[in-house]
């Protein structure tokens, strides 16, 4: 799974894969193990991986040498990626800036809503009889949830989802039709920003806009843009993550149905069962 080149006096070699060849659609704890296995830095498909907790926290540590804004904000965007692609302390502002609104325990006040959409979701799948989860649940549930949340109608479900597939689609080329999925999406957010300025409401896009952070359009498009293109996938991973441990699990399935008090302390070790992203842009 390894290849080295023919070493040469002075190189450093690192072990080389590829991560179409791990065994991730079998069994994704192998897959990790031989990420890791393979040693504490990797190169694949090519990007550098640090594969030991250590170094992992270290480089987060360390942002003078891996810094989070030369790896992800785009040189040429003026649209800033708020607030991942910003080192301390300008991340440490917007982290206490968004934490009142999206921590879990902020959301925990969400929960009626939340669970809504869950129990209507289900509801439907329930009366088909049938359903490709992935499909059906995971990757519809975020995007409503936040539709809901940030106060902008529902029914624009599918189209926000259109968006986003093809602006994260990876095309080694773009023409001009490739491009207008992107400015529809900054125009919308950009039409739902502008809205609340003139009129805000009680939406956590309101309540970040005229809450202490005094965040600029430009910030909050920033911010709002991340979240549809890279937040609310994290969410689709994590439950079909979930749903693909419980559909292999049967004596999990059966522990938590029969002891539903359960489902609470198991929902949150499902979060170690596996990264929501297999890599980072660096």
């Not at 897959?31 to 498909?45: C, H, S, Y």
């Not at 440490?92 to 609104?101: E, F, G």
């Not at 309101?206 to 600029?216: E, H, I, L």
Request: hydrophobic share 40%.
């Amino acid at each position: 799974m390894s290849t080295f080149d023919e070493y040469q006096p002075g190189a450093f070699h690192l072990p080389r894969l590829d991560y179409a060849n791990l065994p991730m659609a079998v069994d994704r704890g192998v897959g990790w193990k031989t990420l890791r296995d393979a040693g504490p830095v990797v190169f694949m498909n090519g990007a550098y991986y640090l594969t030991r907790r250590e170094d992992v926290l270290g480089a987060l540590r360390n942002p003078k040498v891996f810094s989070s804004r030369l790896a992800l904000q785009p040189p040429d965007s003026p649209l800033p990626v708020v607030p991942l692609a910003f080192d301390p302390p300008e991340h440490t502002r917007y982290r206490k800036i968004l934490t009142p609104y999206f921590s879990p325990h902020a959301l925990s006040k969400s929960l009626p809503v939340l669970r809504r959409h869950a129990a209507d979701m289900i509801d439907g799948i329930a009366r088909q009889g049938e359903c490709e989860v992935m499909a059906d649940l995971a990757n519809l549930y975020p995007f409503q949830v936040f539709l809901d949340l940030y106060g902008l109608p529902l029914e624009d479900r599918d189209r926000v989802i259109a968006w986003k597939d093809a602006v994260v689609d990876d095309k080694p080329y773009r023409t001009e039709a490739d491009l207008a999925p992107a400015r529809e999406l900054f125009t919308y957010l950009t039409d739902a920003i502008n809205q609340r300025r003139q009129n805000p409401g009680t939406d956590m896009l309101s309540r970040v806009m005229t809450g202490d952070g005094d965040f600029s359009d430009l910030e909050l498009l920033g911010m709002s843009h991340l979240l549809i293109l890279a937040g609310l996938d994290t969410v689709t991973a994590a439950i079909g993550f979930c749903l693909f441990e419980l559909a292999r699990r049967p004596q999990l399935r059966a522990a938590l149905r029969d002891h539903p008090k359960q489902i609470r302390a198991s929902s949150k070790k499902s979060s170690g069962w596996s990264p929501r992203r297999r890599w980072r842009p660096g």
